[in-house]
Structures are given as C-alpha cells and as structure tokens.
C-alpha cells in the first residue's frame, strides 16, 4: 500500500482528500500548520506533523518513507498577509523539494480550471509556475484542475439569503462546479492512474440564472435577481486592481474573470447542486 503525505487536510477539499484516503486504507502523513484544527482522534491511523510549509527547514524529514504526496495548499480566503507566490507557489515547491529529498515517486497537485490559460490573474500565475516546475522535476505527477468547489457556490445560497442575486451579463455563463468528496475521489484515483492532467468538474453543467433559481428554491423565496452590466464588472476589475494591494484583489480578479466566462469541465460525481442547496437551508 502506497504511503501518502498530504498537505491541506483542514481545508475544505483536503479534508475530503482525507477522509477518502483513509476510507480506501491508506497510511497518511497529515501535514499542518495547527494540528490543533485537525482531530487526529477522529482519524483511525493518522500520523499528524505540524509544519511550516512556507518554511523549507521546518519540512525536514516529513516526507520520509512515504510514496507519494497530495498537496491541495493554497490561499483561498486565509488573511496571512501572505502572497499567491508565497503559498501556491513557494510552499508548494518547498514540499516538492522536500518530496524529492526523500525519494517520494508522484506528486499529485490541485491547481484550478483554465488556471493555464488565465496567467494573467496572479492566482493562476503563482499556480501554473508550480505546475511547470513539478513537470520539470523528475517525479511522476498529477495536476488535477478542478472547476469552482461547492463550498464557494454557497456564495450565491447566501445572496439569495439576504434577497438578491447579482449576476454577471445576464446569467448566461455555464458551469458545472463540483461537491469536495467527488472531487477527493478523483484526487486518490491520481495515486495509481497514469494521466498527468486532469481537468474535472461537478456532474450537472448550470447556467448562473439556474444557480440563482436553485438557491432561492431551497430557500423558498421568490427569486430576486439583478444581472450586471460588463462595463461595470470591468470598471470594478481595473480599479480593484489599481488602487489595492495584490493579497486583497487577488481573490476579487479571480472571481470578477471566472464569472464572466463560461467554466465547463468534464462532468463527474454524483452530488447535486440542489442537495446541497437544500443541506444549507437545513442547516439556517
Ligand atoms: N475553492 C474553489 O472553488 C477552488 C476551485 C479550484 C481550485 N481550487 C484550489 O484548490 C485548493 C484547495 O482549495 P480549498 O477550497 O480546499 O481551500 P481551503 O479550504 O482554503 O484550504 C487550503 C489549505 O491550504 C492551507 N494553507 C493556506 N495558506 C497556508 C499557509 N500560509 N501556510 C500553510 N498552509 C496554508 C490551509 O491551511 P489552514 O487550514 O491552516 O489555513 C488549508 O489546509 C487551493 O489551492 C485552491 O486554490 C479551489
């Protein structure tokens, strides 16, 4: 049985990774920088290891006697005062080098969706400079490029809570997000499969206009929805990324660009939009 370190387990989609490595019996190094967010108790034979990833000693020696590595490390909504090249960059390589220190056969890293082809977001960028120095270092790889996560579609859910949808154009962009357990299986698949690229999104493919009925169904609310000019959503783009600091727009550029295009990936998994949906309003 393959030995695997990963990185990321007290994020949302690492937390699935886990869990769906666990499930299928594999032996798993947990690398976190607060073992206190991760209840090893809860896992059956999961070894903890507290590190810095951003700091290259403090990973010495964790990747010993293990196969392969996952990491699913990078800013999301973390308010470190740290950069995309700090993290989903930087840390990212720190582990490779650790990783192929120790004789580690496979990295499997999660980027995003067309992050390939949308350099010019700073996002995408630090995330591709991974990719490109991962396929330049002699492991095998995976780069698994996932559409949106349902965790950020809840953003619509919570629009649609306070009463309106705004959406960009007139809500005709498509896109078939994916739940974080569908996703996890595709992850541990890349332990043994042989593709080194795997673009991958949720099982149904939406227009933003259904997204926004769905939310206001699970909700029960009649729905109210405002759709926003391109003028406008580039307006905000450019003056977002003129007057503010790079770790403040990065996460706007990002979702002002992927909410405007249509975000089509090949289609798989089995947990609806809708389920979730009407998980969320259980939940109110
Ligand atoms: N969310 C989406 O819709 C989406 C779509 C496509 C691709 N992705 C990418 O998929 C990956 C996972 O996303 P996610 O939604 O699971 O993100 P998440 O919930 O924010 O998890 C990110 C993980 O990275 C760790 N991390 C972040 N900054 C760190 C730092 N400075 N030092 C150490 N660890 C750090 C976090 O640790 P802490 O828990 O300690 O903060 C967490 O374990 C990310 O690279 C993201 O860009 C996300």
């Known amino acids: 049985m393959k030995r695997i370190v990963l990185a990321g387990a007290t994020g949302y989609l690492g937390q699935f990774v886990l869990k769906e490595l666990l499930h299928r019996a594999y032996p798993v190094r947990a690398l976190v920088r607060d073992a206190g967010k991760i209840r090893a108790a809860d896992y059956r034979g999961l070894d903890v290891c507290e590190v810095e990833i951003t700091d290259r000693q403090s990973l010495s020696g964790c990747c010993a006697a293990s196969d392969v590595v996952i990491s699913t490390v990078g800013i999301t909504r ?20 650790e990783a192929r220190t120790a004789g580690v056969e496979k990295f499997i890293y999660v980027s995003a969706l067309n992050a390939d082809k949308l ?15 991962l396929r ?29 949808v705004y959406l960009f154009g007139k809500g005709q962009f498509r896109s078939n997000p994916i739940h974080g357990a569908d996703l996890a299986v595709v992850c541990v698949d890349a332990i043994e499969s042989s593709d080194r690229e795997v673009e991958v999104g949720g099982p149904e493919t939406l227009t933003h206009e259904e997204i926004a ?6 909700l029960e609310k009649t729905p109210r929805i405002t759709c926003i000019s391109d003028w406008l959503r580039k307006l905000i783009l450019r003056s977002v990324q003129a007057f503010t600091t790079q770790s403040f727009h990065g996460p706007i550029e990002f979702f002002l660009t992927v909410t405007a295009m249509d975000m089509v990936a090949p289609e798989y998994g089995r947990r609806t939009l809708q389920e979730f949906y009407s998980e969320l309003s259980e939940q109110i």
């Open 78 to 97: 973390q308010k470190d005062g740290l950069s995309y090249m700090d993290v989903d960059y930087q840390a990212n390589v720190n582990l490779l080098e």
């Open 119 to 133: 350099t010019h977001l700073s996002i995408c960028r630090a995330k591709e400079l991974f990719v490109d120095k």
């Open 136 to 164: 330049t270092s002699g492991l095998g790889f995976c780069v698994i490029r996932p559409n949106g996560f349902f965790s950020d579609m809840a953003e619509f859910f919570s629009m649609a809570q306070r009463g309106r």
């Open 213 to 218: 009925h769905m939310a206001f169904a699970a």
